[in-house]
């Protein structure tokens, strides 16, 4: 397929071809050079315990597998944020409406903060960058806003409904609407992070979670006690977000470019309007280290997939099951055929 793709591309001494006909970036130093996550050549990329003649370690299967990885990281936020969250003042017999619902949002504030990291982080980690205190700013932000008006939301339905009837169906509504609300505000600034996952895809998948999670809230806290209860519940929450997003992302994909970074270790970018920069520099979708920052990118818009080159602007039109091979890693794209 290479071929086909790049007419006009010259093959390196290794056997790499470069999209256009350039030489790939000079090789490193020694001991510098590029390295595959779970490359078995390096015994530093496996996980304690592992030996190199094994396949690819368990954790970098956990990072291949996008649901149970925003899944799990989500889930361990919300526990986390849940445990710091008693930190709190709680609220006191004499406090009045505002008081009690000042200290609830600031409780959902801090527990929905911790969340979002998680959930955050779980992005960059699945595209194999380290996790920037942007990426942790940004998720602690979005989070505590969203955690603060749901938290807001929660108790202010509670006192209005407080002369209906009780039980734990009101609870569930109450609580389902309201981490609806909390996921609906992530979503959307989720999805300025996530390419082509788009705002309206991006709040749908969070008002699911969001529901679907407050929902089993409700439910573990009712079996589990105070405390532990809390906390199983918020991860409950941070675990229903994640699997909605990879899910309602999934769904609504057109086209993807996988990008396999070793055998048996590979992700998957939803392919559109906003193209996906390959390069360099801190702000590409996919770095490969010795690259300048955009050294190109990938674009899928009306009907059409082309790679265009940072420098000269070269269109190069693509279809499914195009290769292309930058550096260390393969990308392949996937479209209905």
Same mark, same amino acid.
């Given at each position: ?5 790049y007419?006009?591309?010259?093959r390196?001494a290794?056997g790499?071809l470069?999209?256009g006909g350039?030489n ?25 315990g592992a030996k ?6 368990? $954790? !970098?299967?956990i990072k291949?597998?996008?649901?149970m990885l925003f ?5 361990g936020? /919300?526990? +986390? @944020?849940?445990f710091f ?6 609220s ?6 505002f008081a ?12 929905a903060?911790?969340m979002s990291?998680?959930?955050f982080?779980?992005n960059?980690t699945y595209?194999?960058?380290?996790i920037?205190p ?5 998720g602690a932000?979005s989070?505590?806003?969203?955690g603060?008006i749901a938290g807001?939301i ?5 006192q ?11 609870t ?12 609906v505000?992530?979503?959307?600034i $989720? !999805?300025?992070?996530?390419p082509?996952?788009g705002?309206?895809?991006?709040i749908?998948?969070?008002g699911i /979670?969001? +529901? @679907?999670g ?7 806290c009712?079996m589990?006690p105070?405390l ?5 519940g918020?991860g ?6 994640g ?6 992302e ?8 996988e990008?396999?970074?070793a055998p048996n270790e590979?992700?998957f970018?939803?392919?559109?309007a906003q ?5 360099g520099?801190t702000?590409d ?7 300048k920052e ?8 009306q009907g059409k997939i082309?790679?265009?080159?940072g420098?000269s602007?070269?269109r190069t039109?693509?279809?499914n099951?195009s290769?292309l091979?930058?550096g260390?890693i ?5 479209a209905a055929?």
């Open positions: 397929m290479d071929e086909e793709i007419p006009n591309q010259r390196t290794d790499d470069m999209p350039g790939p970036p000079p090789p490193r130093p020694a001991g510098q050079e590029d390295r595959m996550p779970g490359d078995k050549s390096y015994e530093e990329d496996l996980m304690p190199a003649s094994g396949g690819p370690s368990f $954790f !970098s299967k291949s597998e996008k649901w899944a799990l990281m989500g889930l936020g /919300g526990v +986390a @944020g849940a969250a008693e930190l709190a003042p709680g006191a017999s004499n406090d009045g409406a009690v619902a000042a200290k609830t949002g600031v409780w959902t504030a801090i527990a903060a911790f990291v998680g959930l982080s779980a960059d595209n194999r960058r380290k920037s942007g990426t942790v700013k940004r932000i989070g505590a806003i969203g603060f807001l929660a108790e202010g339905l509670f209005a409904l407080r002369s209906g009837p009780s039980g734990v169906f009101k569930l509504v109450v609580y389902a609407a309201c981490w609806s609300v909390l996921g505000i992530l979503g959307f $989720f !999805s300025r992070t996530v082509n996952l705002s309206i895809r991006g749908a998948a969070g /979670g969001g +529901a @679907g407050g929902i089993g809230f409700v439910i573990v009712y589990l105070d532990f209860g809390r906390m199983v918020i409950t929450l941070g675990f229903s977000l699997v909605a997003i990879v899910i309602i999934a769904f609504f994909r057109e086209a993807a470019l990008v396999v970074w590979n992700t970018m939803n392919l559109g193209p996906i920069y390959i390069g520099g702000s979708e996919i770095f490969v280290r010795g690259l955009r050294h190109a990118s990938v674009v899928f818009d082309e790679y265009i080159d420098t602007g070269k039109p693509l279809k099951e290769n091979q930058v260390h393969k990308l392949i794209v996937h055929k």
